[in-house]
């Protein structure tokens, strides 16, 4: 079992900054791909960046490369997640995932989510 805990979200006006962290516990946090999806008041869930377990591997959704940049320490069992120049499109509740496989898509354990408003 992976416990998923996020931090780091908040308010921030447009073009601002945030890095949001999320702090793994649990089974060996090194051996999972680590992930980032957002979800927006009535819309789906939807996947923002992942990451492999040496970080060598990373993927972004178009709306956030460029902008977004996924990094990990696993020696401190943290994935973090930084933000540029956002937009308030961007505000959401933000999930840290972790999954088993690179080659997967199913994502086995989520977090409890924070909370990031871009303000216009």
């Known amino acids: 079992q992976v416990q998923l805990v996020e931090s780091g979200g908040g308010l921030v006006q447009a073009g601002g900054s945030l890095r949001l962290s999320c702090v793994a516990s649990?089974?060996?946090?090194?051996?999972?791909?680590m992930g980032w999806f957002r979800q927006a008041p009535g819309k789906e869930r939807e996947f923002v960046s992942a990451?492999?377990?040496?970080?060598?591997?990373?993927i972004y959704a178009d709306s956030v490369k460029g902008r977004f940049t996924i990094a990990r320490d696993n020696a401190k069992n943290t994935v973090y997640l930084q933000m540029n120049s956002l937009k308030p499109e961007d505000t959401a509740v933000y999930y840290c995932?972790?999954?088993?496989?690179?080659?997967?898509?199913?994502?086995?354990?989520w977090g409890q989510g924070t909370q990031v408003t871009v303000a216009s």
């Open positions: 995932a972790a999954r088993t496989s690179w080659a997967s898509s199913n994502w086995n354990y």
């Open positions: 649990g089974r060996t946090f090194s051996s999972y791909v």
């Open positions: 990451i492999n377990w040496s970080g060598g591997s990373t």
